[in-house]
């Protein structure tokens, strides 16, 4: 088994208390933070550096194994970077600590729809986009919980809801939200994303 290291940032990274419609709490919760300037590794050697980053601290297994990125501003490229560079996201699943013991968990696409679900006391776990590998199904199996997929409301999201129906059937209780076209989890209210919920 590969043993995933802790992901240390050498920057200073200030807490975050704004986000888009979150709740301070949330963003306290999941550590949303903010760099000035962050150097980082280019796959072929040498570093780069990226100015004005929202960092998500990716925690897998109790402790952080890598960090996304994300721009501030929309001209900046690229919009999302993710270290280290081997991290393999398709390997875990994001906020995958908090599904111990629960008897339902969602799936969700990224990263802030786990943390709108988290603002209606729901435990979700992210796929880091519209794809379940096996090595996530085989995570949501360990669990034993029933499985409710929410991907978002659009052609990659609907693809992603069949592929993981085809993984899951005859091994695990499935559930559906319907999250209606154009939108994702984390862009509705929360009010009429916890009605889609029930």
């Known amino acids: 088994k590969k043993v995933l290291d802790e992901y240390i940032v050498e920057e200073e990274v200030k807490p975050v208390k704004k986000f888009r419609s ?10 949303l933070g903010y760099v000035e300037k962050i150097t980082l590794n280019k796959r072929g050697g040498g570093e780069y550096t990226l100015y004005k980053r929202l960092l ?11 960090i996304a990125l994300r721009r501030t501003k929309s001209t900046d490229v690229p919009k999302w970077s993710n270290q280290p560079l081997n991290i393999d996201t398709g390997e875990i ?18 990263i802030t729809d ?3 679900y988290h603002e209606l006391g ?3 776990v992210a796929t880091f986009g519209a794809h379940m590998t096996d090595k996530q199904y085989k995570l949501l199996m360990k669990t034993g919980a029933d499985i409710i997929l929410s991907y978002d409301g659009d052609e990659a999201g609907r693809k ?6 085809e993984l899951l059937k005859n091994k695990a209780n499935i559930y559906l939200i319907d999250i209606p ?3 994702d989890p984390e862009g509705l209210d929360r009010k009429e994303l916890l009605i889609l919920y029930e």
Request: hydrophobic share 40%; proline share 2%.
């Open 160 to 165: 992603a809801t069949k592929k993981a129906i």
């Open 56 to 66: 998500f601290p990716i925690r897998f297994k109790e402790k952080q194994i890598g």
């Open 93 to 110: 699943l994001y906020n995958y600590d908090n599904t111990i013991g629960k008897s339902s968990i969602v799936v969700v696409e990224g």
């Open 122 to 124: 729901i435990t979700a």
């Open 114 to 116: 786990v943390w709108a």
């Open 181 to 183: 076209e154009g939108k």
């Open 22 to 31: 979150f709740d301070e709490e949330t963003l306290k919760y999941f550590g």
